[in-house]
């Protein structure tokens, strides 16, 4: 069995979700709750509401990412919102400290993600523990090492480094443009390169997969690489859109991390994705915290509703599986 073979059989890149299926019952609950909030809200359709929602969308879609790239492998990232939050005491270093322009903070910024994602990948695999230990470790010590290094104050990054962050083109935001392009790389990585095929082999069936010649290791690795990459790059262009590096960045990431990703359909178990899902998930998961903001909903009950609505989504993506398995006997 090749490997080609192995991540047709065992892991799958949810191509026909593009059209049928789970995305098109996401896009239908997206154009729902748009109608719904644009019955309620007067702004809800003006220009600045509609930038400041998208740049939200985006953000929320690179950290979901993150995480979906290992859950991907069948495995998970709790170190998510810290690998973020130490990024983003790297690039205020770089900024604020060193006096570094962009051009150099952002690249040594993306290779400190990568590097701390190669971390968390090697333990795993070296060490043969659990995703979910190794980065829930990692987790406290991005977390601490941020704390100690920056004493919890922010990092001014200056006013030319917002340009990416408050800026837009023809009315669309560079940030959403940028996690655009990053879906669309991560679509092309899964469906038509051989590394994208064999890390869905991987999640989908490990012996399968190692039968067929593939280097779990390897997969496991490269996943939480790419898995630092995007939360470092959330965490720039966040800062970039706030004018400030702050060391708090990513704390409240982990949540969002793993709800938009399950919303948009990535499997707990591993071996498929659809970053067309994530990003209507991500889409709905910011109306949802818009609308109850328009709603004067208690912001404390926030992640009951956000909860409900994963245990909704996973419900009924349970039911149409059962579904699909008794039409098939």
């Not at 690039?91 to 590097?115: D, F, K, N, Y």
């Not at 948009?264 to 910011?286: D, E, F, K, R």
């Amino acid at each position: 069995m090749n490997a080609k073979a192995a991540s047709t059989s065992s892991g799958q890149f949810d191509r026909r979700e593009l059209v049928s299926g789970r995305t098109v019952g996401l896009i239908m609950a997206t154009l729902i709750l748009f109608g719904l909030i644009v019955l309620i809200s007067d702004t809800f359709l003006s220009g600045y509401t509609m930038i400041v929602l998208s740049r939200r969308v985006a953000i929320v879609t690179l950290i979901a990412m993150a995480q979906a790239v290992c859950l991907v492998v069948g495995g998970m990232n709790l170190a998510v919102g810290a690998l973020a939050s130490i990024s983003t005491v790297c690039l205020g270093i770089c900024l604020a400290r060193w006096g570094l322009s962009g051009w150099m903070a952002v690249p040594i910024t993306l290779l400190l993600g990568m590097a701390a994602g190669l971390v968390n990948g090697l333990l795993i695999v070296k060490l043969q523990i659990h995703s979910f230990i190794v980065t829930l470790s990692m987790m406290f010590i991005y977390m601490g090492l941020r704390s100690g290094i920056s004493g919890g104050n922010p990092y001014d990054v200056g006013t030319s480094f917002t340009v990416v962050g408050q800026g837009d083109l023809l009315g669309i935001p560079y940030v959403f443009l940028i996690a655009a392009g990053v879906l669309a790389a991560t679509s092309y990585l899964y469906s038509h390169t051989v590394f994208g095929r064999r890390m869905l082999a991987t999640g989908g069936n490990p012996d399968a997969a190692r039968l067929s010649g593939i280097n779990n290791d390897h997969m496991i690795v490269g996943a939480n690489l790419l898995s630092g990459l995007l939360a470092a790059l959330a965490a720039v262009l966040y800062a970039s859109e706030l004018g400030t590096a702050a060391p708090e960045t990513g704390d409240a990431w982990l949540i969002a991390s793993f709800a938009v990703a399950v919303i948009g359909g990535t499997s707990l178990s591993g071996g498929n994705i659809s970053p067309v899902a994530i990003l209507m998930g991500g889409i709905i998961y910011t109306l949802i915290q818009h609308g109850l903001i328009e709603v004067d909903a208690n912001p404390y009950y926030m992640n009951v509703y956000i909860g409900i609505l994963i245990l909704l989504t996973i419900a009924i993506d349970r039911l149409r599986e059962v579904w699909r398995a008794r039409k098939r006997t």
